[in-house]
C-alpha cells in the first residue's frame, strides 16, 4: 500500500509542478522552452531557433500544461502558455522548434 501510495504521489508531481506556469504564476516551478522566435497562429504557437527545454521533454509529444518563451521579446508577445488538449500539448524537437496546441498569450 505504501508502495501504490508513492507511486501515486510520483504521477502528481508534473501537475503541481507547472501550477506557477500561468499568468502571473511563480518561475520557480518553470516548466517550457525558451526560443529565439515565437509565432502564433490561432492557438498554435511555434517556437523556433536554440529552443532550450526547462523541466519539459527535449524531443516528441509534450504532455500537460507548459509555456514556450520569446528570448528576444523585444518587438513580438513574449510568451505563451499552452494547455494539455486530447492527450498531447505540443510536439518537441529542440533545438530546432518546438510546437504548442491551444495556446494562448500569457
Known amino acids: 500500500m505504501v508502495a501504490a501510495m508513492a507511486t501515486a504521489l510520483v504521477g502528481m508531481a508534473p501537475v503541481a509542478a507547472v501550477a506557477g506556469d500561468g499568468p502571473g504564476g511563480g518561475h520557480h516551478h518553470k516548466r517550457g522552452y525558451v526560443c529565439d522566435r515565437l509565432e ?23 504532455r500537460g500544461h507548459f509555456t514556450i518563451e520569446n528570448r528576444k521579446g523585444h518587438h513580438h508577445h513574449k510568451k505563451v502558455v499552452c494547455v494539455n488538449k486530447h492527450g498531447s500539448s505540443g510536439y518537441a524537437n529542440t533545438p530546432k522548434w518546438v510546437r504548442g496546441t491551444h ?4
Open 40 to 62: 502564433q497562429h490561432g492557438k498554435a504557437a511555434v517556437g523556433s531557433g536554440h529552443c532550450r527545454a526547462i523541466n519539459a521533454p527535449r524531443h516528441g509529444h509534450i
Open 103 to 106: 495556446c494562448y498569450k500569457a
